[in-house]
């Protein structure tokens, strides 16, 4: 049975990860919504993946909507405190007890097993019967800006705060790696969000951009809803096939000078089953147009 002093202990724990969590969002959002949309706004307008604004309304809704998954988050990091008092977590506090080696090779597993974690809880929540209860919210940003990298349903809040129950209940985490890997999933997130393409015109060409994600990767995502369902690399939409068709014209074009049109402009939130992906007429359809 939980004491009140134990819940003392739990209501400190989850303000103070909220504070944290929201520190960092605020911080790495406002910085780079900073340096895109106000002092570079024309200078790299060029780059933007989508040539849809956002609205005031928009920003609003995303940042409320950040807001609200930031207090979820702080509920699911006291919950595993509470795990962690009655031992059933592999979190650890001494810093050498596994080795400084593991102590900085944790942080890169924790990456590995997000990303797996992410494309295959992402996809689901594609499904006909999920969609609108878990994923419907997060794209209401059909043209995303960087305070959309937490605009989810609580529903939604709930499975992307489900990665760090997975990691402490599965390999030996200490608190400063699991803040180092958190700040990363907050940079990418909010950097994949931007709408303005970061990397230079050859970067899928070259051995690292086999691997990692852009920011057009992400912005065809919401702007198609369907493919590129991956978040740091691009492992697992090569392996299933998922790659959305446009993406590497959609990447060339984002970089090569020319602003980007919306192909097929959405006027409503999309919601159900989404339509087929039509590939090329070179390319054989792949399960980029299924669920």
Request: net charge positive.
């Amino acid at each position: 049975m939980i004491t009140t002093e134990q819940l003392q202990r739990l209501f400190q724990v989850m303000v103070a990860a909220s504070l944290g969590e929201l520190f960092w969002y605020a911080v790495l959002a406002f910085a780079v919504w900073l340096f895109f949309y106000v002092l570079f706004r024309n200078a790299l307008r060029w780059r933007k993946i989508s040539t849809q604004d956002a609205t005031s309304r928009q920003i609003a809704r995303e940042i409320a909507f950040s807001l609200r998954s930031i207090a979820i988050y702080g509920l699911v990091t006291a919950a595993v405190v509470y795990a962690r008092m009655h031992g059933w977590t592999l979190l650890y506090l001494e810093p050498g007890k596994f080795g400084w080696l593991w102590l900085f090779s944790s942080v890169l597993v924790m990456v590995v097993i997000h990303d797996a974690y992410f494309y295959w809880t992402h996809r689901l929540m594609h499904h006909k019967r999920l969609y609108r209860f878990f994923h419907r919210t997060h794209h209401l940003s059909t043209s995303p800006t960087p305070w959309a990298a937490y605009a989810f349903s609580p529903a939604e809040a709930l499975v992307q705060a489900g990665i760090g129950p997975l990691i402490v209940f599965t390999i030996p985490s200490h608190p400063a790696a699991f803040g180092i890997f958190m700040i990363w999933q907050i940079g990418f997130n909010v950097v994949g969000h931007c709408g303005y393409e970061v990397w230079p015109n050859w970067f899928l060409r070259s051995p690292l951009g086999k691997i990692l994600n852009t920011v057009t990767h992400h912005g065809l995502h919401h702007e198609k809803f369907r493919g590129n369902y991956g978040l740091y690399f691009n492992f697992w939409d090569r392996v299933m096939g998922t790659n959305h068709p446009q993406y590497v014209p959609r990447f060339e074009l984002a970089t090569g000078g020319v602003a980007t049109p919306i192909s097929t402009p959405v006027s409503a939130p999309h919601f159900g089953p989404s339509p087929p992906v039509m590939p090329t007429p070179s390319q054989p359809e792949t399960a980029t147009s299924r669920v």
